[in-house]
C-alpha cells in the first residue's frame, strides 16, 4: 500500500478555483493512472477526471473545459485545477492511484484511495 496525502480543498463560492494535490509515495515501481473521484451526500463515487503515465487525459462531460488534470511523475504527484465552480461541485474529491510494486521478486499491480478531501461551492 502506498500513502496518497491530498490538500487543497475548502470552501469557495461560485465561480472562483480551487487547486487539488495529491502525492503518492512508498514502495512504488511505476504508476499508470493518477486520478480524481467525488462523492456527492446520497449520490454514487463518480469519475471526475484521469491521467496516465504518458499524459493522457480522461473527463467527465459536467466539468470538461472547466477542470484540469495534470501530474509531476518526478514528484508522483497529481493536480486537479478547477475552475469555475459551481455548487454542483460540491464533493468529497478523492484521489486514486494504479501503480505496481514489488513484492518479492515479481512486481503486481494495486489501486489506492486518498483519504478524501471536502470541496464546497457556495452561491
Known amino acids: 500500500q502506498v500513502q496518497l496525502v491530498e490538500s487543497g480543498g475548502g470552501l469557495v463560492q461560485a465561480g472562483g478555483s480551487l487547486r487539488l494535490s495529491c502525492a503518492a509515495s512508498?514502495?512504488?515501481?511505476?504508476?499508470?493512472?493518477m486520478g480524481w473521484y467525488r462523492q456527492a451526500p446520497g449520490k454514487q463515487r463518480e469519475l471526475v477526471a484521469a491521467?496516465?503515465?504518458?499524459?493522457?487525459?480522461n473527463y467527465s462531460d459536467s466539468v470538461k473545459g472547466r477542470f484540469t488534470i495534470s501530474r509531476d511523475n518526478a514528484k508522483n504527484t497529481v493536480y486537479l485545477q478547477m475552475n469555475s465552480l459551481k455548487r454542483e461541485d460540491t464533493a468529497v474529491y478523492y484521489c486514486?492511484?494504479?501503480?505496481?510494486?514489488?513484492?518479492?521478486?515479481?512486481?503486481?499491480?494495486?489501486?489506492?484511495w486518498g483519504q478524501g478531501t471536502q470541496v464546497t461551492v457556495s452561491s
Open positions: 486514486n492511484v494504479d501503480y505496481k510494486k514489488w513484492i518479492g521478486t515479481s512486481v503486481r499491480r494495486y489501486t489506492d
Open positions: 512508498g514502495s512504488i515501481f511505476s504508476i499508470n493512472v
Open positions: 491521467i496516465n503515465s504518458d499524459g493522457t487525459t
